[in-house]
């Protein structure tokens, strides 16, 4: 069984910056492509930013020049660096992974989430 576990959400105040990080434990064969997720209250869960297995970016609108994604394939972690935070920043972060594992279905591509990390950023 695949496990991603996200860790380093906190409260900070606008302005300030948090790292989040991702890990993936299990067993598996390799992870594809990674990317953060964010979820406010009443609202849908929306992509934050993308990251492919030769380090190719993508960022939502909302977080370019603030959000920095990146990770480690030697460590299975990938990490989200969120700087300038704004009150509207205020979401829990999930973590998501395109993981190669041998699952009851076969061996391919399956999809993974987190279970989630709270982020509150106060005015």
């Known amino acids: 069984q695949v496990q991603l576990v996200e860790s380093g959400g906190g409260l900070v105040q606008a302005g300030g910056s948090l790292r989040l990080s991702c890990a993936a434990s299990?067993?598996?064969?390799?992870?594809?492509?990674m990317g953060w997720y964010r979820q406010a209250p009443g609202k849908q869960r929306e992509l934050v930013a993308l990251i492919t297995s030769i380090g190719s970016t993508n960022y939502a609108d909302s977080v370019k020049g603030r959000f920095t994604i990146s990770r480690d394939s030697a460590k299975n972690t990938m990490w989200l660096q969120m700087n300038s935070l704004k009150p509207e920043d205020t979401a829990v972060y999930y973590c998501?992974?395109?993981?190669?594992?041998?699952?009851?279905?076969?061996?391919?591509?399956?999809?993974?989430w987190g279970q989630g990390t709270q982020v509150t950023v106060s005015s």
């Open positions: 299990g067993i598996f064969f390799s992870i594809n492509r």
């Open positions: 998501n992974a395109d993981v190669v594992a041998a699952q009851a279905t076969g061996i391919r591509s399956y999809n993974f």
